[in-house]
């Protein structure tokens, strides 16, 4: 068992010295422009929920008798 934890331990040393071979390097950040907000009339338009009513209402039955 102590081999085990051995390996296992200087795995993780290899792993962890093994990221830190370059410093981070970021790309820099991109020029933005940025607009003043303005003030502007908008419509009003009706919410509509999407449930509406049948206007006729049908029963469709089979023209032959069904047969268990």
């Known amino acids: ?23 981070n390097q970021y790309a820099p950040p ?5 607009a003043l907000p303005q003030r502007q009339e908008v419509n ?7 449930t509406v009513a049948a206007s006729d209402w049908r029963k469709y039955a089979p023209e032959y008798p069904v047969f268990r």
């Not at 991109?30 to 940025?34: E, F, G, I, Q, S």
């Not at 009003?44 to 999407?50: E, L, Q």
């Open 1 to 23: 068992m102590t081999n085990n934890v051995t390996f296992f331990s200087l795995l993780l040393s290899i792993v962890l010295l093994a990221g830190c071979e370059q410093a």
């Open 30 to 34: 991109p020029k933005v422009t940025v």
């Open 44 to 50: 009003d338009h009706p919410d509509f929920t999407g």
